[in-house]
Nanobody, 127 residues
């Protein structure tokens, strides 16, 4: 399984970015997907997740109202639209694939719930 993120970069505070994560190697549409991020010196933290069929999403408090996760199962791609960015959003952003196919329980936010990870894409927000 391969996950490849793109779309990171340098943006001014208040700006927007759209991250993409292209998946290959297993049936993308069967698995919940998530975005995590890791700032320098900090633990990797949950940002957002989306159900395998796109029918449910969840967000960290820091992302609610500003970020939107979506997916295109035909393109095996998950997206993270980030608006109104601030310097605290500066981090490496990772996409991840859930361990279990066709999961129907509560949306999951633990790193251990996800078994495949991308290499990350850097997002830097200047003040």
């Amino acid at each position: 399984v391969q996950l490849v993120e793109s779309g990171g970069g340098l943006v001014q505070a208040g700006g927007s970015l759209r991250l993409s994560c292209a998946a290959s190697g297993r049936t993308f549409s069967s698995y919940d997907m998530a975005w995590f991020r890791q700032a320098p010196g900090k633990e990797r933290e949950f940002v957002a997740a989306i159900r395998w069929n796109g029918g449910r999403t969840s967000y960290a408090e820091s992302a609610k109202g500003r970020f939107t996760i979506s997916r295109d199962n035909a393109q095996s791609t998950v997206y993270l639209q980030m608006n109104n960015l601030n310097p605290e959003d500066t981090a490496v952003y990772y996409c991840a694939s859930d361990r279990r196919p066709y999961y129907t329980g509560n949306m999951r936010a633990l790193r251990s719930d996800y078994d495949y990870w991308g290499q990350g894409t850097q997002v830097t927000v200047s003040s």
